[in-house]
């Protein structure tokens, strides 16, 4: 039994010393995966918003007053929750340009829902920028009942709107502004992405 022991030691240090490496080979690699991906969505974010004002001129001064807004897309961003793909996205607050990295989930997927899209929220009131990244939101029903369509012609034309002063548009994959189909949806805080405490 003793000549085992040697043996024995030197596996239980060499997988030690393996592990040890993969650790510290992965933990720079996960941080730029996380880079890697909080910029694709600066960019996406960037790319739905030219799109949103260019489809909707009128918008313009409306969005560059406004607090802040957030993008989301599942176009290659999706996570697995519970067994069902979800959103990822990313608000941004005008005047400091401050980041916060959401996730969106669907909470009834049995009633589907749109393929392939990406939602803008605008927040008109900091008031409503700072409730969505304290405590999230949910597009439910109760929601849905206070809704007002924004009609042709004013600054949120094509929008759905809510109080207190936010704002939801839709985009196809074209980037044409379309009805807006999300329903029983929630939006949170990413703690993965976002390791940042959002700023009064």
């Given at each position: 039994?003793?000549?085992?022991?040697?043996?024995?030691?030197?596996?239980?240090?060499?997988?030690?010393?393996?592990a040890l490496?993969?650790?510290?080979?992965?933990?720079?690699?996960?941080?730029?995966?996380?880079?890697?991906?909080?910029?694709?969505?600066?960019?996406?974010?960037?790319?739905?918003?030219?799109?949103?004002?260019?489809?909707?001129?009128?918008?313009?001064?409306?969005?560059?007053?406004?607090?802040?807004?957030?993008?989301?897309?599942?176009?290659?961003?999706?996570?697995?929750?519970?067994?069902?793909?979800?959103?990822?996205?990313?608000?941004?607050?005008?005047?400091?340009?401050?980041?916060?990295?959401?996730?969106?989930?669907?909470?009834?997927?049995?009633?589907?829902?749109?393929?392939?899209?990406?939602?803008?929220?605008?927040?008109?009131?900091?008031?409503?920028?700072?409730?969505f990244m304290?405590?999230?939101?949910?597009?439910?029903?109760?929601?849905?009942?206070?809704?007002?369509?924004?009609?042709?012609?004013?600054?949120?034309?094509?929008?759905?709107?809510?109080?207190?002063?936010?704002?939801?548009?839709?985009?196809?994959?074209?980037?044409?502004?379309?009805?807006?189909?999300?329903?029983?949806?929630?939006?949170?805080?990413?703690?993965?992405?976002?390791?940042?405490?959002?700023?009064?």
């Open positions: 039994m003793k000549k085992f022991a040697p043996i024995f030691m030197t596996a239980v240090m060499v997988t030690l010393c393996l490496a993969t650790a510290c080979s992965t933990g720079p690699s996960l941080q730029s995966e996380k880079e890697d991906q909080r910029a694709s969505l600066r960019d996406m974010a960037k790319s739905a918003m030219s799109q949103l004002l260019s489809a909707k001129p009128r918008a313009r001064a409306a969005v560059s007053g406004s607090a802040g807004y957030a993008v989301f897309t599942d176009y290659g961003f999706q996570v697995i929750f519970l067994g069902d793909s979800k959103a990822l996205g990313v608000a941004v607050r005008n005047t400091t340009k401050q980041e916060g990295f959401l996730k969106m989930i669907q909470l009834r997927p049995e009633l589907g829902g749109p393929d392939k899209f990406r939602v803008i929220l605008i927040f008109e009131t900091e008031e409503a920028l700072s409730r304290k405590a999230g939101w949910t597009l439910d029903d109760a929601a849905m009942a206070t809704a007002v369509i924004g009609k042709e012609g004013s600054p949120f034309a094509g929008a759905l709107s809510f109080p207190p002063g936010l704002h939801v548009y839709e985009l196809d994959q074209s980037g044409a502004v379309v009805d807006v189909g999300i329903r029983n949806v929630m939006f949170y805080r990413d703690r993965e992405l976002d390791s940042y405490s959002w700023k009064e």
